[in-house]
């Protein structure tokens, strides 16, 4: 089988590492041109994540069309801000028998829908008038790039609404130090996947000023019934958010030193703008995209996100993260 993963940062890098054992071969698509080029000389991503090196079957390009030749399944790992129009480029060149896979975590500003909706919105209208139902599926689940790539051993889900698909998925991905479990709950894993990202922005803020594990066991534990109470509303599963793509992801993204969105909690703390600390990195923290469609999407569905609505005033209303936790406290008493 061939593989093509559309996404050259560290995540996408590293599933490139820790799958290529499976498939006969991985191109590696890579938005940056210079960065692709360095790649194929050097074998590493210098970038993103550097010191840790690609199998010689890993073809690097930054030609969609090349990338996608012959593909027979389709990875995207690109952030979630631009996951349509990377779709839409590619979509010309995918196979209707190829299956679809999205490690993105997010929810898409304005829509508010989850990736795999993405997909099957700019995927479906091509492939259908042709007599194919497009073959979706999602990987998510409590993973660091970096460790992944190292070879550390992991659990993860891959979700699809066709449990045949999840099965191909995961027969394909699983291997010695990768662990997919098959899930058919869309809504919880996504809406896990996505939401936690903020959650651990909060952590990182708890952190940032030198509170203690009373609060970041709080936090984790009432950030959890957010998630669940939305995902809930939305059609999602209770059990999945106390799963792999729900606690496990959320447990790692909030107290992981790697954790790109509890770094940015942490600098918040510290007084930095969120326009400072976004400039100083490469890497996307998708929590600070994701708050805002999560805030939105608690409105829609009438459920109390107090939590995520106070990072949301941290972050783009540039509320001090000491009165935010205040007003968090003083909020009126209820029952769990």
């Not at 360095?38 to 690609?54: F, H, I, P, T």
């Not at 979630?80 to 779709?87: C, D, L, N």
């Not at 997909?119 to 460790?147: C, D, H, N, Q």
Request: overall charge neutral; hydrophobic content about 45%; glycine content about 10%.
């Amino acid at each position: 089988m061939k593989l093509t993963i559309l996404g050259g940062g560290s995540w996408g890098t590293a599933l490139a590492i820790v799958l290529a054992p499976k498939f006969e071969s991985v191109r590696l698509w890579v938005f940056e041109q210079d960065l692709a080029a360095r790649m194929r000389e050097s074998r590493e991503n210098d970038v993103y994540l550097a010191g840790l090196k690609l199998s010689a079957n890993v073809d690097v390009t930054h030609d969609l069309a090349a990338a996608l030749v012959d593909a027979d399944i389709v990875l995207g790992v690109i952030p979630s801000k631009f996951a349509r129009a990377t779709w839409q480029r590619a979509l010309p060149y995918l196979r209707p028998e190829a299956t679809f896979v999205s490690a993105t975590k997010g929810i898409e500003a304005g829509t508010l829908l989850r990736m795999s909706e993405v997909m099957a919105e700019v995927i479906r209208p091509r492939f259908e008038p042709l007599g194919f139902i497009p073959k979706i599926a999602v990987l998510s689940g409590p993973t660091f790039a970096r460790e992944i790539a190292q070879g550390e051993p992991a659990a993860l889900v891959v979700v699809s609404a066709d449990p045949e698909v999840a099965v191909q998925v995961q027969k394909a991905f699983s291997g010695p130090t990768f662990r997919p479990y098959a899930n058919s709950d869309c809504v919880g894993v996504e809406l896990g996947g996505a939401l936690k990202n903020v959650i651990a922005i909060a952590a990182g803020v708890v952190e940032g000023l030198g509170l203690g594990n009373n609060t970041m066991a709080a936090l984790i534990t009432r950030g959890l019934a957010e998630i669940t109470r939305l995902a809930v509303a939305m059609g999602g599963h209770p059990k999945t958010l106390s799963g792999l793509a729900g606690l496990g992801d959320l447990v790692l993204t909030c107290t992981g030193d790697l954790s790109r969105n509890r770094r940015v909690g942490i600098e918040l703390a510290k007084g930095k703008t969120l326009s400072d600390i976004t400039a100083s990195t490469p890497m996307v923290a998708e929590g600070v995209e994701t708050c805002g469609s999560a805030v939105a999407l608690g409105a829609k569905f009438g459920v109390d996100l107090p939590i995520i609505q106070q990072m949301h005033e941290v972050l783009h209303r540039a509320k001090a993260p000491c009165y935010a936790l205040r007003d968090l406290m003083d909020r009126s008493l209820k029952n769990e």
